[in-house]
């Protein structure tokens, strides 16, 4: 094992031998570097102040990422590199276009969020050559700004590629060097960092992260942190030990494997959205509604459904697919694997069917048959970057006769776990697929949920959108004129 972190802070070599295993960068940066560019809004990866910019290395090319600091933990950064507002300036002082476009376009008022808005846009301009303004709001998505439009920051991301060419930009000039910098610095050795009386692990092998889980079975599994990362922000807990996920590159592959999709478990967000995508855009639309960039960066599909959320937007829509779990253990001579119905996962509110020292490898995700109907959709206050008060998505198929053959609903936020609604399927099998089968699976629904009640929405609120949900589909798949939607991807192709 190796007992020392390594990472590059702009071109710095940073070498850490003793670290809090769960020491946030935000803080990391602030308290111990004094690099205060970098600010604390939230807390918790909701408003962008506190984004920075990582790259690392992506078979074997240099990737670079927007990231939450506040709650992304200093240990994961082993092998890659830290960028801040303040690596931004030219070695003469000068403006980055980003920032210079922010000025021209007066982007900023307070400044407090400033910092973040340019990092994001940062982010985006070295992955992506002239953005449309949809990509440009996207990448912003993850951002706040408390006391100004953000047209003006929208503005600033169109210009900021007419101040300077983006193949002129410095960080894309010293890609391949940075890139080579950080392949030497990967290696296979099991990262093991004492900071304290608590330690942190991030192994290289599926067959070491199952040694470590057998050997500490009451570690904190660690994929993206976007809610373990508030565990430790907002509720003070003290994790011991913690085991990061991020380093198995044989967790992050995604493959085609003919009738199903292949994903595993530390595949992100981003690159989950770019093959569901694949299969329907209404999964497109839902993964671009899953957080902001920042998020979908670092989230997980295995980390959003080992964490048994029952408002986790992915469950619902892999239920409705029918997808596959497999979950892998250490066995007495190799890896022992169990493959079991995602749905069956669940069990109550936080807890799942996995066996001691059991984690999730991979999730199968079939393919959709032609002909079969598939809507997803998300309800929340706010449309960017919020939690769902109710997700559901839905499977159909249609004899010839045009009656349902079979049908699969699945819903989040109605009840302590992602689950089907069977009573509402039932109703639905062997009826015309028309108002009247509607009607009596809206009518079913009472039978498959006591729904939450808190604070994100009341119990009858959540009953009257669950229903109001397979009317959507009904109209959408039956209606193709009648527009169902105000805003997004699908509202922006249904009105041309």
């Known amino acids: 094992m190796r007992e020392s972190l390594r990472f590059l802070l702009g071109d710095r070599l940073v070498e850490i031998d003793h670290c809090d295993p769960t020491l946030t960068v935000l803080d990391w940066l602030r308290l111990d570097q004094r690099m205060t560019g970098t600010k604390e809004g939230c807390a918790e990866g909701d408003c962008g102040a506190c984004t920075v910019v990582v790259g ?31 690596h931004l300036k030219g070695a003469d002082g000068s403006l980055h276009p980003v920032q210079q476009a922010m000025v021209e376009c007066h982007g900023s008022q307070c400044g407090f969020c400033t910092p973040g808005f340019v990092m994001s846009l940062l982010a985006l301009r070295l992955n992506e050559a002239e953005p449309s303004i949809g990509r440009i709001e996207d990448a912003l998505a993850g951002n706040l700004c408390r006391c100004t439009g953000y047209e003006p920051i929208i503005a600033a991301g169109r210009r900021m590629d007419e101040i300077a060419p983006r193949e002129a930009d410095r960080f894309l000039r010293e890609r391949e060097a940075v890139a080579a910098r950080l392949a030497a610095l ?9 900071g304290g009386s608590r330690r942190f692990y991030a192994p290289t092998t599926v067959e070491a992260l199952a040694e470590l889980v057998a050997a500490h079975p009451q570690a904190t599994l660690v994929a993206g942190a976007t809610d373990v990362g508030l565990w430790v922000t907002k509720a003070m807990r003290r994790l011991d030990p913690v085991i990061y996920l991020g380093r198995i590159e044989a967790l992050r592959t995604i493959a085609d ?12 967000h981003i690159d989950v959205r770019t093959a569901l995508a694949a299969l329907s855009p209404q999964l497109d639309e839902l993964m671009r509604r899953f957080g902001g960039e920042q998020v979908r960066n670092v989230g997980t599909i295995g980390g959003n459904i080992a964490n048994g959320s029952p408002i986790g937007d992915l469950p619902p829509a892999l239920i409705a697919l029918d997808a596959t779990l497999v979950l892998a253990r250490r066995g007495e001579t190799s890896l022992e694997r169990r493959s079991i119905p995602l749905e069956s996962f669940f069990i109550e509110y936080r807890k799942q069917d996995r066996r001691p020292g059991e984690f999730v490898e991979a999730v199968l995700v079939p393919k959709l048959a032609e002909g079969v109907l598939f809507h ?41 776990i992602p689950k089907r609604a069977a009573a509402a399927e039932a109703a639905l099998v062997g009826q015309r697929w028309d108002d009247k089968a509607i009607a009596a699976a809206i009518a079913a629904l009472p039978q498959d949920f006591t729904p939450l009640d808190d604070m994100r929405a009341s119990a009858h609120y959540r009953l009257k959108i ?31």
Request: net charge negative.
């Open 257 to 268: 494997e003919g009738d199903h999709l292949r994903f595993g478990a530390m595949a992100s």
């Open 376 to 416: 997803a959709s998300k309800v929340s206050k706010r449309f960017d970057e919020d939690i769902s008060a109710v997700c559901g998505a839905f499977r159909l198929a249609l004899a010839p006769d045009g009656r349902v053959s079979d049908a699969r609903l699945a819903y989040g936020g109605l009840a302590g």
């Open 186 to 194: 990967d290696d296979d050795e099991t990262l093991s960092l004492q």
């Open 56 to 86: 690392r290395l992506d078979r074997g090319r240099l990737r670079y990422e927007a990231i939450n600091a506040c709650i992304r933990f200093l240990p994961t950064l082993d092998g890659c590199q830290l960028l801040t507002v303040e």
């Open 466 to 496: 669950a229903g109001n949900l397979l009317l959507r589909f009904l109209i959408e798949t039956t209606e193709a004129e009648t527009q169902t939607r105000v805003a997004g991807l699908l509202a922006e192709v249904a009105h041309g």
